[in-house]
């Protein structure tokens, strides 16, 4: 008998470390996600002024498709739920909260717009339900203490606006610059970025500033008026469609100062050619992801892999694009999420594997990683400088950032 009690406990034992294993491990799930699928929302621009950001949330479907074609993550297809929310703030309220409340995603991934995300921004986080990677660069999404649920993913607006200020003290001292900037929350970081970047020289240096709205058909007046200042220097703080009309109209006025443009702008497909490949040439921006029109990234495996995946699931889009190097490369940094949070597909989790990230990915600039820690909600903190050939972006400088 003594024996047979032995053996007992040896077999209660051993399964009680087997259904302790890994294998065992109890699944946990929160709305949006079960053993068949996760749903992940999204918001973006497919109409109204900000449209050629719609590229964006097309190209992340795309990349979900693939990960979905090789059998998902664990087994698990991604459903892409994405709306047209017009680059209006009160239009992304209204399909966010449909989002969350009728459709139950999981989370809400890379909505784009400074204005449109500050709408939702508290909603989210009352909600508890993960907002995350945003498709903008205000400062306020780094706050983990006060939005738990929110984090953005590309350089804030601020640190790369210093960038920017930095290289003008260091070349051009006795500046005399004028800057149009969009007449909102995004504009008024890059703005405040660049004032504090340039110090107590910024009340002398910036003779001009000039904004305007989104709702505006053109920045004509507002070129003009900054010509007229005497500026010779422009930090041109604006979205694709009003970038490509300044740098047009500052060709056609004859104006020729040194020209910085705001990163989330730099298309060549989509901003560069419709400006006039000629009328852009030597303006300077930040960059942290490869300009797929850089001959130096146009080779080796990771570019060819991003052209392999673009003909195979998104095939009619255009390979002068840089926004489908940023949709890929955003949906490649929540398919690591996504994949770190295995079994345990709750939002706390997410959140959690958000910020425990560190990475490097395929199209980014060398340089540039993506690192992330509880008390560290940027992603990306490290940009270079680059200056526009006529054809593409050529690097120069240092890689600035932490």
């Given at each position: 008998m003594k024996i047979k009690r032995l053996s007992l406990a040896a077999v209660a034992s051993a399964l009680a470390v087997v259904f302790a294993s890994p294998a065992f491990a109890q699944k946990k799930y929160d709305p949006g996600a079960d053993d068949k699928e996760i749903k992940v929302g999204h918001a973006g621009p497919y109409s109204g002024p900000a449209s050629a950001y719609g590229a964006i949330g097309k190209a992340i479907g795309a990349y979900f498709e693939k990960i979905n074609a090789e059998g998902g993550i664990k087994g698990r297809k991604i459903k892409f739920i994405t709306l047209d929310d017009g680059y209006n703030p009160a239009k992304t309220v209204e399909v966010v909260r449909k989002l969350v409340e009728e459709d139950e995603v999981l989370l809400v991934f890379n909505p784009l717009g400074t204005p449109s995300n500050s709408a939702i921004h508290k909603y989210m986080n009352s909600k508890k339900v993960p907002h995350l990677f945003l498709a903008t660069g205000a400062t306020k999404w780094g706050d983990p203490k006060s939005f738990p649920y929110t984090m953005g993913w590309q350089p804030n607006y601020q640190s790369e606006a210093k960038i920017y200020a930095a290289h003008i003290l260091e070349t051009k001292p006795n500046a005399k610059i004028g800057v149009l900037y969009q007449n909102d929350d995004y504009g008024k970081d890059y703005l405040k970025g660049f004032e504090d970047g340039l110090g107590d020289k910024a009340k002398t240096m910036i003779i001009s500033k000039v904004s305007y709205e989104v709702t505006d058909p053109t920045v004509d007046s507002q070129m003009v008026s900054l010509k007229s200042s005497g500026a010779d220097t422009f930090f041109n703080i604006t979205t694709p469609?009003?970038?490509?009309?300044?740098?047009?109209?500052?060709?056609?006025?004859?104006?020729?100062?040194?020209?910085?443009?705001?990163?989330?702008?730099?298309?060549?497909?989509?901003?560069?050619?419709?400006?006039?490949?000629?009328?852009?040439?030597?303006?300077?921006?930040?960059?942290?992801?490869?300009?797929?029109?850089?001959?130096?990234?146009?080779?080796?495996?990771?570019?060819?892999?991003?052209?392999?995946?673009?003909?195979?699931?998104?095939?009619?889009?255009?390979?002068?694009?840089?926004?489908?190097?940023?949709?890929?490369?955003?949906?490649?940094?929540?398919?690591?999420?996504?994949?770190?949070?295995?079994?345990?597909?709750?939002?706390?989790?997410?959140?959690?594997?958000?910020?425990?990230?560190?990475?490097?990915?395929?199209?980014?600039?060398?340089?540039?990683?993506?690192?992330?820690?509880?008390?560290?909600?940027?992603?990306?903190?490290?940009?270079?400088?680059?200056?526009f050939n006529g054809k593409s972006w050529e690097l120069f400088g240092k890689v600035y950032g932490r």
């Amino acid at each position: 008998m003594k024996i047979k009690r032995l053996s007992l406990a040896a077999v209660a034992s051993a399964l009680a470390v087997v259904f302790a294993s890994p294998a065992f491990a109890q699944k946990k799930y929160d709305p949006g996600a079960d053993d068949k699928e996760i749903k992940v929302g999204h918001a973006g621009p497919y109409s109204g002024p900000a449209s050629a950001y719609g590229a964006i949330g097309k190209a992340i479907g795309a990349y979900f498709e693939k990960i979905n074609a090789e059998g998902g993550i664990k087994g698990r297809k991604i459903k892409f739920i994405t709306l047209d929310d017009g680059y209006n703030p009160a239009k992304t309220v209204e399909v966010v909260r449909k989002l969350v409340e009728e459709d139950e995603v999981l989370l809400v991934f890379n909505p784009l717009g400074t204005p449109s995300n500050s709408a939702i921004h508290k909603y989210m986080n009352s909600k508890k339900v993960p907002h995350l990677f945003l498709a903008t660069g205000a400062t306020k999404w780094g706050d983990p203490k006060s939005f738990p649920y929110t984090m953005g993913w590309q350089p804030n607006y601020q640190s790369e606006a210093k960038i920017y200020a930095a290289h003008i003290l260091e070349t051009k001292p006795n500046a005399k610059i004028g800057v149009l900037y969009q007449n909102d929350d995004y504009g008024k970081d890059y703005l405040k970025g660049f004032e504090d970047g340039l110090g107590d020289k910024a009340k002398t240096m910036i003779i001009s500033k000039v904004s305007y709205e989104v709702t505006d058909p053109t920045v004509d007046s507002q070129m003009v008026s900054l010509k007229s200042s005497g500026a010779d220097t422009f930090f041109n703080i604006t979205t694709p469609k009003f970038a490509a009309q300044a740098i047009k109209k500052a060709a056609e006025i004859g104006w020729k100062p040194a020209h910085y443009l705001n990163s989330v702008s730099t298309g060549v497909g989509s901003v560069l050619t419709p400006a006039g490949l000629d009328n852009a040439v030597n303006i300077i921006t930040a960059g942290y992801i490869k300009d797929p029109t850089d001959p130096q990234f146009q080779k080796g495996k990771e570019y060819d892999d991003w052209v392999a995946w673009m003909k195979k699931y998104h095939p009619t889009a255009d390979l002068k694009d840089n926004l489908n190097v940023y949709g890929y490369t955003v949906a490649q940094t929540l398919v690591q999420v996504l994949t770190q949070a295995g079994d345990t597909l709750t939002r706390d989790n997410i959140m959690k594997q958000a910020a425990s990230l560190d990475l490097t990915l395929p199209m980014l600039l060398p340089g540039v990683n993506i690192k992330t820690s509880a008390d560290d909600f940027y992603p990306i903190e490290r940009e270079q400088l680059q200056k526009f050939n006529g054809k593409s972006w050529e690097l120069f400088g240092k890689v600035y950032g932490r």
